[in-house]
């Protein structure tokens, strides 16, 4: 073990009175010395102490306490001084005039360097189990702190301390970097340069509540309550309410940024990546955080809503609601940690204003309208891919009175229709198809997501599609099929009666987010021609006996329906091969579909 030595010296005047029972201590000088493999340490007390052995009273008046200490992280020095009542018959003990001035320096003190000043009156009655520290005031690393704290039963199994802390307005950039934190970035350099607090405490020395909070940031006002219910399990309960923030304002400018959708490339590298759920084991919270207005990623939410609860050792759960785009969010997230923690999401997002939201959250406005989304999925696992490999639940999903950017289906068929003929097309128009509603429902099963059940409606066309996407490989394999309108008036409508009624498939596959599609508008018009004309033809064969009329005042011959159906088919074929010749444009070789 490390040895330590010490020198003491006492120096005195020592005067009693032996039948008065008093006695006295002036110019009482006590110094101590110590030395250590790793201490060097020295302390000096002086003061005068006057003292009545019958009552057990004793006063010091000029208390004063200097040291210096040195270690191999830190060194600390100061001076401590006051005056101290103590009746030790009553256990009533009372500092009055306390004064700490100390400073600290080393490797273990925050940023390097710190001062703290400390003063206040103190007051302890033992046989009550009461005390009180009254006008206390502390100044250390910028922050000046004020109380004046009461305590009760504190000789029981129940002690109660209370009273108000106030700390007064500060910069808590300037706290930071005192504290030697380095320069935070902000997107607004203006922020984190005016903070304070007052609040309610009461406690006990396992437990602390805040009440009535009065908190500041810049231009946020807070209000509500916090407690730590145990400090050994660091249990914590809120009830929070803000008026407004702009979180943008205190986040770096690339982090502002939405993120752009990963790449096919590496999605390997992102299903290999382990969810971080350490720190949410060791969450121990419930409660409530309201703000009144909240600006995030350049996105507006109102009256927003975040409910916690998370016990030690159960599952966490966070219920979300908040107004945005002229819509309402409601999100249920429930994450239950473990050795295979799983994950359950609710949301619905009702009545939103699509463009905006996307282009805010994804960069990109794809789609516009009011749009209503429904959720409800469940996963289990530790990475990103086993999450996806595990994802199950339904989707559904319903849009009205927009467009959906980035294609113009109107131009997509009159190009395909000019290369076909073997025409050339030029027109250019807005790339996005209106649509009046737009309904989608699918299941997700361990991973991909399947469905049959889309239906949408615009003046141009009617669509349906079926189909697959594969969440974990990020690809898609979806057939697409609209039918043009019979009376299309509506955008791109002009140039296509041709194709009314016509169904025309659209084939998406590759990746996900940057899918590939094939549109087969010459085996739709084959098809189309081919049903129009044999109709035609078998309505006029069969309709007025074509196949064999009878010589003026003889009788029709008989003919059998496997000879009737035989020559049908032999002239539907032959129309059928003039019909498509003339709607393809005559000899012209016409162009495969378009990619």
């Known amino acids: 073990a490390d040895k330590l030595s010490a020198d003491l010296e006492l120096v005195a005047t020592v005067l009693a009175d032996l039948v008065a029972q008093n006695a006295s201590v002036k110019n009482l000088e006590l110094s101590v010395n110590a030395k250590g493999a790793d201490l060097d340490a020295s302390a000096k007390m002086v003061g005068h102490i006057v003292a009545n052995l019958e009552t057990q009273v004793v006063n010091v008046e000029g208390f004063k306490l200097d040291f210096d200490t040195k270690t191999k992280d830190m060194s600390a020095k100061g001076t401590a001084s006051a005056k101290i009542y103590a009746n030790l018959s009553t256990q009533l003990f009372d500092v009055s005039q306390l004064i700490i001035d100390a400073d600290a320096s080393g490797a273990s003190i925050p940023g390097g360097k710190q001062a703290l000043k400390a003063s206040g009156d103190a007051l302890y009655n033992g046989a009550e189990g009461s005390m009180k520290f009254s006008d206390g005031k502390v100044r250390a690393a910028g922050l000046n702190v004020s109380t004046s704290i009461s305590g009760k039963g504190l000789n029981s199994d129940t002690p ?169 969010i409601t999100t249920n997230t429930k994450i239950a940690p473990g050795g295979k923690p799983s994950y359950a999401l609710n949301t619905s997002l009702s009545t939103m204003q699509m463009a905006p939201m996307l282009q805010h959250f994804v960069g990109k406005d794809f789609l516009s309208g009011l749009g209503t989304i429904k959720l409800d999925l469940n996963s289990a696992g530790n990475t990103v891919g086993d999450v996806r490999r595990s994802l199950n639940g339904d989707v559904a999903l319903n849009f009205e009175n927009g467009a959906v950017k980035g294609f113009n289906l109107g131009q997509l068929l009159r190009k395909s229709q000019a290369a076909l003929r073997g025409e050339s ?120 006996n074509v196949l064999g009329e009878a010589a003026e005042g003889e009788a029709a011959p008989e003919v059998s329906e496997e000879a009737l159906k035989a020559k049908a088919a032999e002239k539907i074929n032959k129309e059928l091969g003039r019909g498509l010749n003339k709607l393809f444009g005559g000899s012209k070789k016409s162009e495969p579909a378009q990619e």
């Not at 007052?198 to 946020?220: C, E, H, V």
């Not at 770096?252 to 939405?258: H, L």
Request: net charge neutral; charged share 25%; no cysteine.
């Open 160 to 328: 109660n301390l209370s009273g108000p802390i106030t700390v007064a307005q500060f910069s808590p950039r300037q706290l930071l970097k005192t504290l030697g934190q380095d320069e935070i970035k902000t997107s607004d350099p203006n922020v984190l340069a005016a903070a304070s607090l007052s609040a309610q405490y009461s406690g006990s020395f396992s437990a602390a509540r805040f009440d009535d909070i009065k908190m500041q940031l810049d231009d946020t006002h807070v209000s509500g309550r916090f407690a730590v219910r145990d400090f050994a399990s660091q249990a914590l309960e809120f009830a929070l309410k803000a008026d407004q923030i702009n979180v943008d304002r205190y986040t770096a400018d690339d982090e502002s940024k939405p993120a752009s959708p990963p790449s096919k490339s590496g999605s390997k590298d992102l299903n290999e990546t382990e969810i971080p759920l350490s720190a949410l084991d060791n969450l121990n919270a419930s409660g409530t955080i309201d703000v009144g207005e909240l600006k995030l990623k350049g996105a507006t939410l109102k009256d927003v809503r975040v409910k916690i609860d998370g016990p030690k050792g159960s599952a966490k759960v966070v219920n979300l609601d908040a107004k945005a785009y002229g819509g309402k």
């Open 425 to 544: 097309f030029s027109q250019t128009e807005p790339q996005e198809t209106d649509f009046s509603t737009i309904s989608f429902a699918a299941k997700i099963v361990n991973g991909v997501l399947q469905s049959d059940q889309l239906n949408a409606q615009s003046p141009l066309f009617r669509l349906a599609g079926q189909g697959k996407i594969d969440l974990v490989n990020e690809t898609i394999d979806y057939l697409a099929s609209p039918t043009v309108v019979g009376t299309s008036k509506g955008q791109g409508g002009k140039g296509l009666e041709q194709l009314a009624g016509l169904t025309i498939p659209i084939k998406l596959t590759g990746s996900l987010y940057a899918p590939s599609y094939k549109l087969d508008l010459k085996t739709a018009l084959q098809q189309k021609a081919g049903q129009e004309l044999k109709n035609r033809v078998a309505d006029k064969l069969l309709g007025k």
